[in-house]
């Protein structure tokens, strides 16, 4: 996804990365 790289520093690795 796109907004995984942002949400990835709001929130913790694995919510919306995959």
């Known amino acids: ?3 995984s790289r ?3 520093s709001k929130k ?3 919510v ?3």
Do not use: E, T
């Open 1 to 3: 996804m796109v907004r």
């Open 6 to 8: 942002v949400s990835l």
């Open 12 to 14: 913790p690795k694995g």
């Open 16 to 18: 919306d990365f995959k």
